[in-house]
């Protein structure tokens, strides 16, 4: 990994992590239909950190700026890097967009965007907003190696 | 001399000359069977043992050899003094004799013949003329065996040998590398140190030659047939290590360098051997390294990189702090158990008071490690962080802060209860507990619940400590407990201000008398007004939680009592799911109070008369008036009495066997005396076919006879039995009849063996000949009582099961019955809530429902293949049923034969057959058997083909099982990758959430699969 010996944060904050969605009734019952929301989106909190065995949630690094959008089929999520001029803020980018990718049905369109105001350069924004560039990122096999070991 | 005999010389000459070992056997057998002496033998060998060639001599001398290890036993104590002389002597011949002349040696050591002095001389001569370390594996350990057998049987004339035979084996095992050899030598060296062999001016070679091994890092090769263990070695090493105070000043510094080291398994070892080698020292070995030891540990807690060597640092913290508590000082030497504590608290007290609360817990988990060791150092320990912690906590805002305070305050209340000490405790009490109350107080008073719960769960931990409360402080904690659980709203503040009262109510009963119960006592009633339904429910099971005590109980159970009673005379004031719980609290303080005369004589006195005049009363009652009807007719109320009197009867047995006669002529003569409120009609008749209202009482009947101890014998039980057959062959309402099978079935279980066959066959003979009229309008009655019965014999092994299964499997066959008889299978192999379990005392064989399944499996198998196109169904359900109740080891190693059946099952059309298959398979691809892999065409397709199923759980199940494929020897899953993983994209868009979120999990992983830095 990029981030080699010496970590850009070495001592970030931890946050707590929330706890599971309560089962409700609801969503036991066959009749009715759920619809895909904010928390459910949620699960991109699980992603790893490429520098620390922590948690997205755990780093904060995704807040609660989740707009999931059932009917117009549309996501848009804001992420934080943990510091200003983190170099790993495009590969958390392109992790929350691929897990996107594979846990979302395909009507889906995905924006992922760095929030405003928290990063040097907001140049990762529009890698990830661009689909070809995506798209060739993960066929360079280091990078989809990168990728898949922050998604397990 | 004996005449020398023509076959042992041609033995002899066989073995040196011709080279033929398996000679060697026959010459021992021969002198073990007498046909030649031991000294016959020597003198065929004379001419070898002189030759001039070292290899014929040595051939020579390994025939004796191996003669003598089949016959240590039968020489004489001069034959041995003589073999020794000449072995000891051979030891300065040519190097290749040396390998036969050990292992006579090590023969020899083995009789019990040796003479005095012999081992002295054996081992002086050893060591003088062996270089072990030169010598062949095999040697080695000849060599080792040696001193094993000479310390277990000369020891004293080893130690009559001091120090030199310290050197000496130090010299033999320096440098030794095969682990087999090293385990004997470390029992060697163990041996020496925990015997108390004089060890002189070597404790230090006998230290380096051993702990040079150290930390140990051996892994053994693929299929070793020796089967050494590294835990093995370690634990064989530490022994030596920690053995003996005299290491410590080179174990320790060795422990602080290896504690430096990267490799995990090296701090592990050296953290565990630590921990062990404290327990022997003393403040003196220890003094000079502390500050060492201490700052290695503290940097292990605070920058740990696993649980398992955090919580080995801090075992040794503790181990290292009860090491130095013990130690008695002298005038002149200084406290090393203060200076160490000094230095703990120095470099971890502050911690706790930083702003950022970073480093708490590891510093609270080092101070609380060592608090837990002794009753000095919780002491000075406690009372130098508690007030500040406490004053802490007044001065931060935030609730979160807060919280982490409190909870670092309940570990400190939880590890210094470890060192309760008797004489010493109220003095430590005083110091904090006035201090830590009112911090708990001050905290359930806060608004925030994660604060009001890690209150409550500290004030447990308080109340857990006997003495530590005072009145007041108690009076004070119940009045919270009291205005939390009648105000707050919040479900988990609930739970844990309940579970708070329970542990309190253990400790401080009296107050709880005379102020909670009162309290909630007049809640219910009063809100039974304003019928707020959240209140009631969080008293009624407070209630529950504090009565432990038999003093509380008197007071609490009258109260729910009154409960069932004003439910009972005024239907709309409580609703039936009410009137439900109240027993069900009922039922929850006779699973916890302890079975003495008391609680006993309340419950079989007072609750059951109650319970049972109560159900009677709303028996008798509706009868007549049909709008006003009783809560305590309805099925839910009388499913939820049951377990009351079945606790009460299996578990408080005092007064059981008064209850089950009360109860028995209650039902058979109708005999209402010793109901309280008795107003009664003399003659009840409440197991005739009258009214369902009556006859579903039978569920109490079975509550309580089915219950008892075997012990205990029933009045006119050939009578009740009869009645019970009647009623549930002949009664229409499901629960009557359902009810008197169970009790039926409930009483043949326990009747002893060879008492119960009439009736059985009474039975079988009655239920076939109704099942076999396929009109008859009672068979679902029938049926019913066959399988209970069935089941009652299935439990204890009885020889009649077997033509009730018969009966059973031919069943599935029928038009009608087919269904249920499958289901009925699931009953047969699952444990029954209220009746033939082990809490009411059942005769319950274990593996009933493994010796089930290898008996009858064949039997459905034969059954599917025969059965026409349209009945396969049951069978595939039965056979789900029963392979879903088996335990997973099990089900793991059975399901490969009925794999292609199971396959079958999963195209079945019936949802129920498809979700317990499911269920089934699922445990068994965690690890899939070989069988499995080579259907995994057939497997995948179904799977995938279920996913798209109308039902959400079988959804759920069969994505739970793609999720579980994902696991199988890549190469074997890859082919199907594609595949999957577009069957899985539709479940991604799938209307119910729990569908999704399986969905996202499973298609994660098969992404992962084969994909660069996947798996």
Same mark, same amino acid.
């Given at each position: 990994?990029?981030?080699?010996?010496?970590?850009?944060?070495?001592?970030?904050?931890?946050?707590?992590?929330?706890?599971?969605?309560?089962?409700?009734?609801?969503?036991?019952?066959?009749?009715?239909?759920?619809?895909?929301?904010?928390?459910?989106?949620?699960?991109?909190?699980?992603?790893?950190?490429?520098?620390?065995?922590?948690?997205?949630?755990?780093?904060?690094?995704?807040?609660?700026?989740?707009?999931?959008?059932?009917?117009?089929?549309?996501?848009?999520?804001?992420?934080?890097?943990?510091?200003?001029?983190?170099?790993?803020?495009?590969?958390?980018?392109?992790?929350?967009?691929?897990?996107?990718?594979?846990?979302?049905?395909?009507?889906?369109?995905?924006?992922?965007?760095?929030?405003?105001?928290?990063?040097?350069?907001?140049?990762?924004?529009?890698?990830?907003?661009?689909?070809?560039?995506?798209?060739?990122?993960?066929?360079?096999?280091?990078?989809?190696?990168?990728?898949?070991?922050?998604?397990? | 001399?004996?005449?020398?005999?023509?076959?042992?010389?041609?033995?002899?000459?066989?073995?040196?000359?011709?080279?033929?070992?398996?000679?060697?056997?026959?010459?021992?057998?021969?002198?073990?069977?007498?046909?030649?002496?031991?000294?016959?033998?020597? =003198?065929?060998?004379?001419?070898?043992?002189?030759?001039?060639?070292?290899?014929?001599?040595?051939?020579?001398?390994?025939?004796?050899?191996?003669?003598?290890?089949?016959?240590?036993?039968?020489?004489?104590?001069?034959?041995?003094?003589?073999?020794?002389?000449?072995?000891?002597?051979?030891?300065?011949?040519?190097?290749?004799?040396?390998?036969?002349?050990?292992?006579?040696?090590?023969?020899?050591?083995?009789?019990?013949?040796?003479?005095?002095?012999?081992?002295?001389?054996?081992?002086?001569?050893?060591?003088?003329?062996?270089?072990?370390?030169?010598?062949?594996?095999?040697?080695?350990?000849?060599?080792?065996?040696?001193?094993?057998?000479?310390?277990?049987?000369?020891?004293?004339?080893?130690?009559?040998?001091?120090?030199?035979?310290?050197?000496?084996?130090?010299?033999?095992?320096?440098?030794?590398?095969?682990?087999?050899?090293?385990?004997?030598?470390?029992?060697?060296?163990?041996?020496?140190?925990?015997?108390?062999?004089?060890?002189?001016?070597?404790?230090?070679?006998?230290?380096?030659?051993?702990?040079?091994?150290?930390?140990?890092?051996?892994?053994?090769?693929?299929?070793?047939?020796?089967?050494?263990?590294?835990?093995?070695?370690?634990?064989?090493?530490?022994?030596?290590?920690?053995?003996?105070?005299?290491?410590?000043?080179?174990?320790?510094?060795?422990?602080?360098?290896?504690?430096?080291?990267?490799?995990?398994?090296?701090?592990?070892?050296?953290?565990?051997?630590?921990?062990?080698?404290?327990?022997?020292?003393?403040?003196?070995?220890?003094?000079?390294?502390?500050?060492?030891?201490?700052?290695?540990?503290?940097?292990?807690?605070?920058?740990?990189?696993?649980?398992?060597?955090?919580?080995?640092?801090?075992?040794?913290?503790?181990?290292?702090?009860?090491?130095?508590?013990?130690?008695?000082?002298?005038?002149?030497?200084?406290?090393?158990?203060?200076?160490?504590?000094?230095?703990?608290?120095?470099?971890?007290?502050?911690?706790?008071?930083?702003?950022?609360?970073?480093?708490?817990?590891?510093?609270?988990?080092?101070?609380?490690?060592?608090?837990?060791?002794?009753?000095?150092?919780?002491?000075?320990?406690?009372?130098?962080?508690?007030?500040?912690?406490?004053?802490?906590?007044?001065?931060?805002?935030?609730?979160?802060?807060?919280?982490?305070?409190?909870?670092?305050?309940?570990?400190?209340?939880?590890?210094?209860?470890?060192?309760?000490?008797?004489?010493?405790?109220?003095?430590?009490?005083?110091?904090?507990?006035?201090?830590?109350?009112?911090?708990?107080?001050?905290?359930?008073?806060?608004?925030?619940?994660?604060?009001?719960?890690?209150?409550?769960?500290?004030?447990?931990?308080?109340?857990?400590?006997?003495?530590?409360?005072?009145?007041?402080?108690?009076?004070?904690?119940?009045?919270?407990?009291?205005?939390?659980?009648?105000?707050?709203?919040?479900?988990?503040?609930?739970?844990?201000?309940? =579970?708070?009262?329970?542990?309190?109510?253990?400790?401080?009963?009296?107050?709880?008398?005379?102020?909670?119960?009162?309290?909630?006592?007049?809640?219910?009633?009063?809100?039974?007004?304003?019928?707020?339904?959240?209140?009631?429910?969080?008293?009624?099971?407070?209630?529950?939680?504090?009565?432990?005590?038999?003093?509380?109980?008197?007071?609490?159970?009258?109260?729910?009592?009154?409960?069932?009673?004003?439910?009972?005379?005024?239907?709309?004031?409580?609703?039936?799911?009410?009137?439900?719980?109240?027993?069900?609290?009922?039922?929850?303080?006779?699973?916890?109070?302890?079975?003495?005369?008391?609680?006993?004589?309340?419950?079989?006195?007072?609750?059951?008369?109650?319970?049972?005049?109560?159900?009677?009363?709303?028996?008798?009652?509706?009868?007549?008036?049909?709008?006003?009807?009783?809560?305590?007719?309805?099925?839910?109320?009388?499913?939820?009495?049951?377990?009351?009197?079945?606790?009460?009867?299996?578990?408080?047995?005092?007064?059981?066997?008064?209850?089950?006669?009360?109860?028995?002529?209650?039902?058979?003569?109708?005999?209402?005396?010793?109901?309280?409120?008795?107003?009664?009609?003399?003659?009840?008749?409440?197991?005739?076919?009258?009214?369902?209202?009556?006859?579903?009482?039978?569920?109490?009947?079975?509550?309580?006879?089915?219950?008892?101890?075997?012990?205990?014998?029933?009045?006119?039980?050939?009578?009740?039995?009869?009645?019970?057959? =009647?009623?549930?062959?002949?009664?229409?309402?499901?629960?009557?009849?359902?009810?008197?099978?169970?009790?039926?079935?409930?009483?043949?279980?326990?009747?002893?063996?060879?008492?119960?066959?009439?009736?059985?066959?009474?039975?079988?003979?009655?239920?076939?000949?109704?099942?076999?009229?396929?009109?008859?309008?009672?068979?679902?009655?029938?049926?019913?009582?066959?399988?209970?019965?069935?089941?009652?014999?299935?439990?204890?092994?009885?020889?009649?099961?077997?033509?009730?299964?018969?009966?059973?499997?031919?069943?599935?066959?029928?038009?009608?019955?087919?269904?249920?008889?499958?289901?009925?299978?699931?009953?047969?192999?699952?444990?029954?809530?209220?009746?033939?379990?082990?809490?009411?005392?059942?005769?319950?064989?274990?593996?009933?429902?493994?010796?089930?399944?290898?008996?009858?499996?064949?039997?459905?198998?034969?059954?599917?293949?025969?059965?026409?196109?349209?009945?396969?169904?049951?069978?595939?359900?039965?056979?789900?049923?029963?392979?879903?109740?088996?335990?997973?080891?099990?089900?793991?190693?059975?399901?490969?034969?009925?794999?292609?059946?199971?396959?079958?099952?999963?195209?079945?059309?019936?949802?129920?057959?498809?979700?317990?298959?499911?269920?089934?398979?699922?445990?068994?691809?965690?690890?899939?058997?070989?069988?499995?892999?080579?259907?995994?065409?057939?497997?995948?397709?179904?799977?995938?083909?279920?996913?798209?199923?109308?039902?959400?759980?079988?959804?759920?199940?069969?994505?739970?099982?793609?999720?579980?494929?994902?696991?199988?020897?890549?190469?074997?899953?890859?082919?199907?990758?594609?595949?999957?993983?577009?069957?899985?994209?539709?479940?991604?868009?799938?209307?119910?959430?729990?569908?999704?979120?399986?969905?996202?999990?499973?298609?994660? =992983?098969?992404?992962?699969?084969?994909?660069?830095?996947?798996?």
């Amino acid at each position: 990994m990029s981030g080699g010996v010496q970590l850009e944060n070495a001592n970030p904050v931890i946050f707590q992590r929330s706890v599971d969605r309560m089962l409700t009734a609801s969503e036991e019952d066959e009749d009715v239909h759920d619809p895909i929301d904010d928390r459910e989106i949620f699960l991109i909190r699980s992603i790893n950190d490429p520098e620390h065995p922590l948690s997205l949630e755990e780093l904060n690094v995704v807040e609660q700026v989740r707009q999931v959008n059932d009917t117009e089929s549309t996501v848009s999520v804001e992420f934080t890097p943990t510091i200003p001029h983190c170099s790993m803020a495009t590969l958390i980018g392109l992790s929350i967009k691929v897990k996107l990718l594979r846990s979302l049905p395909d009507r889906f369109k995905i924006d992922v965007h760095i929030t405003p105001g928290t990063h040097a350069s907001e140049e990762a924004n529009k890698q990830l907003a661009d689909k070809e560039r995506v798209a060739a990122a993960l066929e360079n096999s280091s990078l989809l190696e990168v990728v898949n070991q922050c998604l397990s | 001399m004996a005449a020398e005999s023509p076959l042992l010389l041609s033995l002899v000459e066989e073995f040196v000359s011709g080279l033929q070992d398996t000679k060697a056997k026959d010459t021992a057998t021969g002198v073990k069977d007498g046909q030649f002496t031991v000294l016959q033998l020597v =003198e065929a060998l004379g001419q070898s043992l002189t030759s001039s060639q070292p290899h014929t001599r040595a051939r020579g001398v390994q025939l004796l050899s191996e003669v003598l290890q089949d016959n240590y036993g039968a020489l004489t104590e001069r034959e041995v003094e003589l073999l020794l002389a000449f072995y000891e002597n051979r030891l300065k011949d040519h190097y290749v004799i040396t390998p036969p002349v050990l292992r006579g040696l090590l023969a020899l050591t083995k009789s019990r013949k040796l003479p005095p002095g012999s081992a002295v001389s054996m081992l002086r001569s050893v060591f003088q003329d062996v270089h072990v370390q030169s010598l062949m594996l095999a040697e080695r350990a000849c060599v080792y065996n040696m001193l094993i057998n000479l310390m277990e049987s000369r020891e004293d004339e080893l130690k009559g040998l001091g120090a030199d035979f310290v050197f000496g084996f130090v010299q033999s095992m320096d440098g030794e590398r095969d682990p087999r050899n090293l385990l004997l030598a470390f029992q060697i060296a163990g041996n020496i140190v925990l015997r108390g062999y004089s060890m002189g001016k070597f404790t230090e070679e006998l230290f380096e030659v051993t702990s040079c091994y150290f930390p140990i890092d051996f892994s053994p090769p693929p299929n070793d047939p020796h089967g050494i263990t590294k835990e093995e070695l370690i634990q064989a090493l530490r022994a030596v290590l920690t053995g003996t105070p005299k290491f410590a000043e080179f174990l320790l510094p060795l422990i602080i360098e290896k504690l430096d080291s990267d490799v995990q398994s090296a701090k592990l070892d050296s953290l565990q051997t630590l921990a062990a080698s404290v327990g022997q020292y003393e403040h003196r070995d220890l003094a000079e390294f502390l500050e060492g030891l201490w700052s290695s540990l503290r940097r292990e807690v605070f920058q740990t990189s696993s649980e398992k060597i955090e919580a080995a640092a801090l075992t040794a913290v503790t181990a290292l702090t009860s090491c130095l508590s013990r130690s008695v000082l002298n005038s002149d030497s200084e406290d090393s158990l203060s200076s160490f504590l000094v230095l703990v608290l120095r470099d971890c007290k502050h911690h706790l008071f930083e702003p950022d609360l970073k480093l708490v817990w590891p510093s609270a988990k080092l101070l609380q490690a060592s608090c837990s060791a002794s009753y000095r150092a919780a002491h000075s320990i406690t009372s130098a962080v508690v007030p500040p912690l406490v004053e802490q906590y007044n001065s931060r805002t935030q609730c979160s802060d807060r919280r982490t305070l409190l909870e670092v305050a309940q570990r400190f209340i939880q590890s210094t209860a470890s060192c309760q000490s008797v004489d010493h405790g109220e003095e430590r009490v005083c110091l904090t507990a006035d201090s830590l109350c009112s911090l708990v107080f001050s905290a359930l008073s806060e608004s925030n619940s994660s604060l009001q719960i890690t209150a409550a769960s500290v004030l447990t931990s308080l109340a857990q400590q006997p003495g530590l409360l005072l009145d007041s402080d108690i009076e004070l904690a119940v009045d919270h407990l009291t205005r939390l659980l009648l105000t707050d709203e919040d479900e988990r503040v609930s739970a844990a201000v309940v =579970e708070c009262a329970g542990a309190l109510a253990e400790q401080h009963p009296a107050a709880f008398i005379t102020k909670l119960i009162p309290t909630l006592k007049k809640e219910i009633e009063s809100s039974a007004l304003r019928s707020h339904h959240a209140v009631r429910q969080r008293c009624l099971s407070a209630l529950a939680a504090v009565s432990i005590r038999a003093s509380v109980v008197m007071e609490s159970a009258p109260v729910l009592l009154d409960v069932l009673c004003s439910a009972h005379a005024d239907p709309n004031c409580f609703s039936v799911d009410e009137v439900a719980r109240t027993c069900l609290s009922l039922q929850r303080i006779a699973e916890r109070v302890q079975d003495g005369e008391d609680t006993s004589r309340c419950f079989h006195d007072v609750v059951v008369p109650r319970l049972l005049s109560l159900a009677l009363q709303a028996a008798l009652q509706s009868d007549g008036s049909s709008d006003h009807r009783s809560p305590l007719v309805e099925e839910e109320v009388l499913s939820a009495m049951v377990p009351v009197i079945s606790t009460a009867c299996s578990r408080l047995k005092t007064f059981a066997e008064q209850t089950a006669s009360r109860v028995v002529s209650l039902f058979l003569d109708g005999d209402v005396s010793f109901l309280p409120d008795n107003s009664f009609p003399l003659h009840v008749q409440l197991l005739q076919d009258s009214s369902w209202r009556q006859t579903q009482l039978v569920c109490l009947l079975m509550a309580c006879v089915c219950s008892l101890p075997r012990s205990v014998a029933l009045p006119q039980e050939e009578r009740l039995l009869s009645e019970l057959e =009647e009623l549930s062959c002949s009664c229409r309402h499901p629960l009557s009849y359902t009810s008197a099978a169970k009790c039926f079935a409930g009483l043949v279980n326990k009747k002893p063996q060879g008492a119960s066959e009439r009736q059985v066959f009474g039975v079988i003979k009655r239920v076939s000949s109704e099942l076999d009229r396929p009109s008859s309008p009672l068979r679902t009655q029938a049926f019913t009582l066959l399988i209970w019965v069935a089941k009652a014999l299935l439990l204890r092994y009885h020889p009649l099961f077997s033509a009730l299964t018969d009966k059973l499997f031919s069943l599935l066959d029928d038009a009608l019955l087919g269904p249920m008889a499958a289901d009925s299978f699931s009953l047969l192999m699952s444990d029954s809530a209220d009746v033939l379990n082990r809490g009411c005392h059942a005769d319950l064989r274990i593996m009933y429902r493994q010796r089930f399944f290898s008996e009858n499996s064949a039997k459905l198998v034969q059954g599917f293949n025969a059965a026409p196109q349209e009945k396969k169904a049951n069978y595939l359900k039965a056979l789900s049923n029963i392979v879903n109740k088996l335990p997973k080891q099990v089900q793991v190693s059975e399901l490969p034969a009925l794999l292609s059946l199971l396959l079958e099952a999963l195209t079945c059309t019936d949802e129920g057959v498809q979700l317990s298959t499911l269920s089934c398979l699922q445990p068994v691809l965690i690890n899939p058997p070989q069988v499995l892999i080579q259907q995994l065409e057939a497997l995948v397709s179904r799977l995938l083909a279920l996913i798209g199923s109308p039902a959400m759980k079988i959804r759920v199940a069969s994505i739970r099982c793609v999720l579980a494929l994902s696991c199988f020897p890549a190469h074997e899953v890859l082919p199907f990758r594609s595949r999957v993983l577009r069957a899985l994209a539709p479940p991604l868009d799938d209307r119910k959430r729990l569908v999704r979120r399986e969905a996202v999990q499973a298609r994660a =992983e098969w992404f992962l699969l084969g994909s660069p830095g996947g798996r």
